[in-house]
């Protein structure tokens, strides 16, 4: 069975500078992974997902995420936070099988400090 | 394209009354799901459908019961509410894509029990 773990529930970062918010995962098969964000009283928005085709993956808003299959990790990262990040943001799981469940980690909500 | 939409955005249940959560979506995706999201406890699933006809069990499916009406609709049922079930409750709906699952999710709606 998938898991994904997100090490934080919160994190802080000041404007301008690098943000890292990181997700662990544990699956028995190649997984798909996914990055969410949810803006304050709005849904999930997708940021990025990997699928195997490349382990740095680039997403929206200047985001983006390494798979590294040795440290079973996908962490998330921007080189220069800003304000409009401030969101939770959280890690999924999924294997290879159609129509499989998508697993969620439990969501890091990102301050930005002015 | 409306997306995945929710009905109704907010509602208030004494402990007891039953009420149903209707999702819909327009993009003609096969499955369907429905989320609990609980402060610290990130995205829970409740129910999924992998297609019309199809509902299985999620993480946490106690109190509550789907319906998948149609490839549109996939509604959730609580008989009688608890204040356990006070929460914001996400639909979303998939597709497969390059040989994976993309999710996209409603807006959400948030119940309280009283």
Known sequence: AQSVTQLGSHVSVSEGALVLLRCNYSSSVPPYLFWYVQYPNQGLQ??????????LVKGINGFEAEFKKSETSFHLTKPSAHMSDAAEYFCAVSDRRRDDKIIFGKGTRLHILP | NAGVTQTPKFQV????????LQCAQDMNH?????????????????????SEGTTDKGEVPNGYNVSRLNKRE???????????????YF?????????????????GTRLLVL
């Open chain 2, 13 to 20: 249940l004494k402990t007891g009354q039953s009420m149903t």
């Open chain 2, 91 to 107: 639909c979303a709906s998939s597709e497969l894509r390059g040989g994976f699952e993309t999710q996209y999710f409603g807006p």
């Open chain 2, 74 to 88: 996939f509604s959730l049922r609580l008989e009688s509410a608890a204040p356990s079930q006070t929460s914001v």
């Open chain 1, 46 to 55: 997708l940021l990025l997902k990997y699928t195997s085709a490349a382990t």
């Open chain 2, 30 to 50: 096969n499955s369907m799901y429905w989320y609990r999201q609980d402060p610290g406890m990130g995205l829970r699933l409740i129910y999924y459908s992998a």
